[in-house]
């Protein structure tokens, strides 16, 4: 048969005391200043400022992507249908800035301005009707809207086709 193990004698109740007064005491001393590293030398900020601008760069090559899609898609329909050319006249790249004429006005100066500005860093997508103040929508939204007014455009383009051809 196995020996037992002699059982543990457990504190006694004045030393349990004298530790929870040592607990306790070392509760009350104020706590030491952490020092810290100076932020210039501190890597977590390296690395928060290496991933920011990681971030920003990636939203500026994102504007610059959508930009050039757009494009892209003008001169692909451009092919299919030369009359486009009376309803988007010119793209200018360097200003990020598509004008469409408005289909349904007898009006040809009224357009729509499809533009991506950078301001402070940050691209801004923005939609206006003639000379009103642009609204701002995000890179999907604006897309979205683009696509739209480029079918719209296209459809009256073929409308008016058809129409003569009869």
């Not at 494009?71 to 990020?96: A, G, M, N």
């Amino acid at each position: 048969m196995p020996r037992k193990a002699p059982a543990k004698k457990s504190q006694s109740t004045a030393s349990k005391k004298e530790v929870s007064n040592v607990k306790a005491s070392s509760k009350n001393r104020p706590a030491k200043p952490k020092q810290s590293a100076p932020a210039s030398k501190s890597k977590s900020s390296g690395n928060s400022v290496d991933a920011l601008v990681k971030k920003q760069l990636a939203s500026l090559s994102q504007a610059d992507t959508l930009f050039k899609d757009a494009v892209s898609i003008v001169e692909i329909y451009r092919k299919k249908h030369p009359e486009l050319d009376r309803y988007i006249p010119s793209v200018e790249s360097t200003q990020r800035e598509i004008k469409v004429r408005d289909a349904s006005s007898e009006d040809s100066n009224s357009h729509y301005r499809f533009h991506i500005e950078v301001v402070d860093g940050d691209p801004r997508y923005g939609v206006a009707l003639d000379q009103e103040e642009p609204s701002y929508l995000d890179r999907s939204q604006w897309q979205k809207q683009f696509h739209l007014r480029l079918a719209k455009t296209i459809a009256t383009i073929i409308v008016k086709r058809d129409s003569e051809s009869k």
